[in-house]
């Protein structure tokens, strides 16, 4: 037995050991978290631990993720990952460069293979997924997060404890067309304007892509004013962007003058002549008329420091260079998205938007914070990442109930932890290890909904009608004829009372796939008393073990009576209805000044005042940010 199996075995005692050899876990994210994690789940000798990914390794991930090196760049980090951790590993480790969301490469019945969950991940659709799943399959979850000095993590055991979803997750923050078009007044607004509006225009995309999503999101934007004259504006302003961004495919740099001409004069000038806008604001001032000039694309400007705030002249000369740059780069590209990690994009929107802000009399950014703010960054540490994935590590003892000294009588014995000096929360100790909470009664992930699985193989599929499978669910479930059914993966409406056109088809014939959500609703009450929903999660392959008739398929359920459901602020998670995943368009910023505590579900009565102030979540590029 080596040092470190007996040090182990001196802890947890030789049965429990011989558990931790046996135990298969899965560990989502290989970044900052989860690299640190990865090192301590080999050191703690699990015995087998899967590592998913989809993410490359960045140069900018190197000061905190110390199992990459520059010479693994842009390789995958799962994989990555696992060769540096080779060497003093007596785990079986299996790495996977894919999106956790894959239904095809991650099938439910492959989640249930594990006995563990570490998530470490760095989006909130994502977490939200594997929350989903660990509920599906009743497998405890390991959820954890870190920004700057604070982090978190929080044990999940389905049916015993809070999940993810059962405390409100702060959603991405958006601005009215008219502030970040008209009147910006925060940095944020220009930096805005530069990266989703400007650089999307001119790089982006062709003109014939842009004009048909303009008449898309047309009818359903937020201008953010009833006044018409500034709408016309607006739209106006957009018809001729698409002409400047012919200049960028002509690629004729001697009129890049026209671009900043056309920017920073032209429009200011037509947005002054709007004077309702400009009788509770400052006026913005146009950059002067001939503060281009075509010699500048040749001026050398040396080493600029991205930490410190150019001039305004610089800032003017830098645009029109780097402008020069990406003409290039569009010629051969075609399409340029913006990345925080380009040097050109970056420079391209840094510059646009000190110019703008220049313009309205915003205090201008260095282009090391612009990239913070564009690429939704709060500096990562790596000793916050090494406390919460030593805390996630250790805490999975206590879940997986392998510490003698320690017994878990019930989950909600077992702590989560967050850092709660570094959120102002206590001025007396670090890391605050509250008592789980039971699951919230109205979380429509793990309370309002009754979940079962339906294993089927293609041939059932092509074998049985759709009114076949309908019968057996309302026979096994007990449920009413008076349901609904939603595909919640295309949000499409394959059946209710009033609607019952494909129940002759055959299952095969309605698009369903591995993977696919039924949310079923009883619309039928009884003394003002409702069935909780139903989600039937599709589990499709060729297996021979499973059955060709749906009767033997459909499981059968139990349904508590609950109280009448108001669907109307009802969040039911239905794939991409939830809120977040359809914000990809929209800005993200945090508003540190919004009262985030108001919205959150009150713990129980017998926690302390400080459980009650536990911090809100809201998702950022590499990490949870945890808001005070």
Not at 39 to 61: Q, R, Y
Not at 344 to 356: G, H, M, S
Not at 485 to 504: A, G, K
Not at 582 to 591: G, K, L, R, S, Y
């Amino acid at each position: 037995m080596t040092k470190r199996e007996s040090n182990l075995v001196k802890i947890v005692g030789e049965e429990a050991y011989k558990k931790l050899r046996n135990t298969k876990c899965l560990l989502v994210g290989a970044g900052g978290i989860g690299s640190e994690l990865l090192k301590d789940l080999v050191l703690m000798e699990f015995g087998e631990i899967h590592v998913v990914d989809l993410d490359t390794i960045d140069l900018s991930n190197l000061n905190r993720q110390f199992l990459f090196r520059q010479r693994d760049i842009k390789q995958p980090k799962a994989t990555t990952a696992i060769r540096a951790v080779e060497l003093f590993s007596n785990s079986k480790l299996v790495p996977y460069q894919d999106n956790i969301m894959d239904t095809k490469q991650f099938p439910l019945h492959w989640f249930g293979q594990f006995d563990i969950i570490f998530n470490a991940l760095d989006n909130l659709a994502a977490r939200r997924y594997v929350n989903k799943m660990s509920q599906f399959l009743r497998i405890p979850l390991l959820e954890s997060g870190t920004a700057g000095f604070d982090g978190y993590i929080q044990p999940i055991i389905p049916g015993k404890t809070e999940c993810f979803d059962c405390t409100k997750k702060e959603t991405p923050k958006t601005f009215p067309v008219c502030t970040i078009r008209s009147t910006p007044s925060q940095p944020i607004h220009c930096i805005v304007w530069a990266k989703n509006f400007l650089f999307n225009q001119l790089f982006a995309s062709s003109v014939k892509d842009l004009e048909s999503e303009e008449q898309d999101n047309e009818s359903s934007k937020d201008w953010g004013t009833d006044d018409i004259e500034e709408i016309n504006r607006i739209k106006q302003e957009t018809n001729e962007l698409k002409e400047l961004q012919n200049i960028i495919i002509k690629g004729d740099k001697s009129n890049i003058k026209d671009i900043i001409k056309k920017l920073f004069i032209q429009d200011i000038e037509k947005l002054l002549l709007i004077d309702n806008l400009w009788k509770t604001r400052t006026k913005p001032k146009p950059i002067a008329h001939d503060t281009y000039k075509e010699t500048t694309l040749k001026k050398d400007l040396g080493h600029l420091n991205l930490n410190q705030i150019w001039d305004i002249n610089i800032q003017i000369i830098k645009f029109a260079q780097i402008t020069a740059k990406l003409m290039d780069r569009y010629h051969r590209e075609l399409s340029i998205e913006f990345d925080k990690d380009d040097q050109d994009t970056l420079e391209f929107v840094a510059t646009a938007a000190n110019i703008r802000s220049h313009i309205f009399s915003i205090p201008m950014k260095t282009v090391f914070d612009i990239k913070q703010i564009a690429g939704n960054i709060i500096p990562a540490i790596a000793t916050t990442n090494a406390i919460i994935a030593g805390l996630s590590s250790l805490m999975s003892l206590r879940v997986l109930n392998l510490l003698k000294y320690a017994p878990v009588d019930k989950p909600t014995d077992i702590n989560m932890a967050f850092t709660a000096k570094a959120s102002n929360l206590s001025q007396n100790r670090y890391l605050s290890n509250l008592k789980l909470a039971p699951p919230n009664c109205n979380c429509a992930v793990c309370s309002k909904v009754i979940r079962g699985v339906v294993k089927l193989s293609h041939t059932a599929l092509k074998n049985n009608t759709f009114g076949t499978f309908i019968t057996e669910v309302k026979r096994k479930s007990g449920l009413s004829d008076d349901i609904s059914m939603i595909d919640t993966n295309t949000q499409r409406l394959l059946y209710d009372y009033d609607f019952e056109d494909l129940e002759s088809k055959f299952l095969s014939e309605l698009g369903l796939q591995n993977g696919s959500i039924l949310l079923i609703t009883d619309e039928e009450e009884k003394d003002g008393l409702s069935k909780q929903f139903l989600e039937l999660y599709l589990d499709i392959s060729d297996s021979e073990n499973i059955s060709m008739q749906i009767p033997k398929v459909v499981p059968e359920f139990k349904f508590p009576l609950e109280t009448n459901r108001d669907t109307s602020n009802e969040e039911i998670e239905t794939g991409s209805i939830s809120g977040v995943e359809n914000q990809a368009n929209n800005i993200v910023i945090i508003d540190e000044e919004e009262n985030l505590n108001d919205k959150k579900r009150p713990l129980e009565n017998n926690d302390s005042e400080l459980a009650r102030k536990k911090p809100k979540e809201s998702v950022v590029d590499d990490e949870i940010t945890i808001l005070d």
